[in-house]
Nanobody
């Protein structure tokens, strides 16, 4: 049973920062998605098994940084210069293959609220 446990969400003022963490029960390609009220879930960022390759949505590029600590099987999302439009539930996801389109496992989500 794969487990993903997110933490680090909360309330922050616009322009502030938060760091999300996701602890996995093994080593996977990892990603972050988010879903705002009334909107579909959208891709935010992903990182491969080794941590050497990362991708970002255009809306967060330059503000968010994904990283991982493979000794801890944990992935992080450092979010800087937060905007009100970043308000959403953020989900950690994992997949067994770096190359698969489908994400195999999902966390329960953590709320991020940015006040303007």
């Amino acid at each position: 049973q794969v487990r993903l446990a997110e933490s680090g969400g909360g309330l922050v003022q616009a322009g502030g920062s938060l760091r999300l963490s996701c602890a996995a029960s093994g080593r996977y390609a990892m990603g972050w998605f988010r879903q705002a009220p009334g909107k579909e879930r959208e891709f935010v960022s992903r990182i491969n098994h080794s941590g050497g390759i990362t991708y970002y949505a255009a809306s967060v590029k330059g503000r968010f940084t994904i990283s991982r600590d493979n000794a801890k099987n944990t992935v992080y999302l450092q979010m800087n210069s937060l905007k009100s439009e970043d308000t959403a539930v953020y989900y950690c996801a994992a997949k067994n293959s770096n190359y698969a389109d489908r994400w195999d496992y999902w966390g329960q989500g953590t709320q991020v609220t940015v006040s303007s």
